[in-house]
């Protein structure tokens, strides 16, 4: 079945860029997400990008998406306290919003 | 307009009892999907439901486990006789489309199950 693999840490120091990164098996995929999840709760959806693209940039977030290798990155230019977070990369699956996750990548933001 | 609303945010059951875990999607979303994240874990799909269908349950568990979403009221996800291992967070999420759409699918605050 499909599988979505992260790296579990990242630890970056403030005001510095983090890059996270995910892979991904499934290469019908159409759209690909970034979630963050801050501690006890919800997710939020950060962004998307759709699987014809190579790049979209919003703000401080940057997606990269390499179809060919199958791999996605997050990368969060200057990066803050308030982004510590685990951060999950996921797919879609099936045509509708049945998402398959990876594990999430937790950042920690140092001073 | 209210997110996606969970009840209870938290919930302990003893081996054996019932768990019932409710959802109600945003306004004028009629799909729901269930989620569930074990400890240090990524969310696992569950079920997809419309108003009174069982969509895509590919991800139940074949027993114990059910759901549905009826046509008046939210969407309720149902563990009998749970074990420790039925201890996670349940996320729901909900749309205002389904297949073959993308529009995002808001998640809620989860409710955490602990069985003891």
């Known amino acids: 079945g499909e599988d979505v693999e992260q790296s579990l840490f990242l630890s970056v120091r403030e005001g510095d860029s983090s890059v996270i990164n995910c892979t991904y098996t499934?290469?019908?995929?159409?759209?690909l997400y970034w979630y963050k999840q801050e501690p006890g709760a919800g997710l939020q959806l950060l962004t998307y990008?759709?699987?014809?693209?190579d790049m979209k940039q919003d703000q401080r977030l940057t997606v990269l998406l390499n179809k060919k290798d199958k791999h996605l990155s997050l990368r969060i230019a200057d990066t803050q306290t308030g982004d510590s977070a685990i951060y999950f990369c996921?797919?879609?699956?099936?045509?509708?919003?049945?998402?398959?996750f990876g594990a999430g990548t937790r950042l920690a933001v140092h001073p | 307009n209210a997110g996606v609303m969970q009840n209870p945010r938290h919930l302990v059951r003893r081996r054996g009892q019932e768990a019932r875990l409710r959802c109600s999607p945003m306004?004028?979303?009629?799909?729901v999907y269930w989620y569930r994240q074990l400890p240090e874990e990524g969310l696992k799909f569950m079920v997809y439901?419309?108003?009174?269908?069982?969509?895509?349950e590919s991800g139940m568990p074949k027993e114990r486990f059910s759901a549905e979403f009826p046509k008046e009221g939210p969407s309720i996800l149902r563990i009998q006789q749970v074990v420790r291992g039925d201890s996670a967070a349940y996320f729901c999420?909900?749309?205002?489309?389904?297949?073959?759409?993308?529009?995002?699918?808001?998640f809620g605050q989860g409710t955490r199950l602990t069985v003891v």
């Open positions: 996921a797919v879609d699956s099936g045509g509708y919003n049945k998402l398959i």
């Open positions: 439901l419309q108003k009174e269908n069982i969509i895509d």
């Open positions: 999420a909900s749309s205002p489309t389904g297949p073959s759409e993308n529009t995002e699918a808001f």
């Open positions: 306004k004028g979303h009629s799909h």
């Open positions: 499934d290469s019908s995929s159409t759209y």
């Open positions: 990008i759709f699987s014809n693209m």
